[in-house]
């Protein structure tokens, strides 16, 4: 076998060759390391020596956009650069200048339905663990379109089993980082069991999270809970529901909203079961591990506080426009 070494015009000419179908769905890049913003999927790249690629040394975050409104980018961008400050990564930027990014890059694409994909990196600089060999950190941000689940989904609710993946240590789980097989794991269990999600479980037998998404629920006395902030990421989604569903507890939809550590059992009993997160809304769970859950379908609940969260995505204040 020969092994050809490339020229740099061979190699741009091959990026540029290479397709496979998830790149239809990449709208532009926008990357620190070139100053600019690329829309060529196959350009779209991370300098392999980026400690991002060869020891998940980074901090991340996933935001929507709807119908041209970037939803609780804020809250977003206080939790990138929380996780950052956790693992003493300095930010390559001001955070309103990682703003302004972030709303150039998704106006460069014209789309008014997208996900962002924000990573902040350690930077490129050898292949040691040793984070003081980066020249300095980076940011990378990715536009992709974005395709909502289908409405018969959020009727019809979805399958949830329990983890075998060890959940992640409390620290840990607090910081949306790139090192994220566990979350991996989840997600391939998931599929390899033909469920929607798994659920972790820490050690004392409380529920924790989804591979990249909450779970919440209310129970027989419709208490609207959460689990404690103690091994799981502050999903922002998840906050801002629980802001929203205060309106509910006038209404008689609820009759108070908690944190409370729960367990398995609370999940049979409950009268409706929810995953929560960035890409997925409130989606009712109808199943965990082959049991029927609640109504076995969408609850009451779980629709309005859907309909409440895609309100606020629309015209709430916590929405930034792109194009203004
Ligand atoms: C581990 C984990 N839990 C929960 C969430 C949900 O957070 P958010 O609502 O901010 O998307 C995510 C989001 O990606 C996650 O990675």
Redesign the pocket.
Known sequence: MSITVLSPSEIQAKLQEKSYPAQKSYLAMYSSWLGGIVKDPGLMMVPVDDHLVHRGDGVFE?IKVVDGRVF?LQ??LE?LVASAAQIGLPLPMPMEEMREVILKTTAATGARYAVLRLYVSRGPGGFTTNPYDSVASQMYLIVTSYTPLADEKYLAGVKVGRSQVPPKEPWL?KI?TCN?LP?VLMKKESVDRKLDFTIGIDGQGFLT??????IVLIDKNKNLLRPKLRQ??K????MRSFELAQSLLSEGFLSSIQEKDLTEKDIFEAREVMM????LDVLPVTEYEGQKIGEGRQGAVSAQLLKLLREDMKQGPKSTPVYA
């Open positions: 996933a609780l809250e977003h939790r789980a949306k994220y979350n999270e989804g591979s990249t998404e909450n799981i990421l999903g922002t989604t998840m929560i997160g960035t890409t």
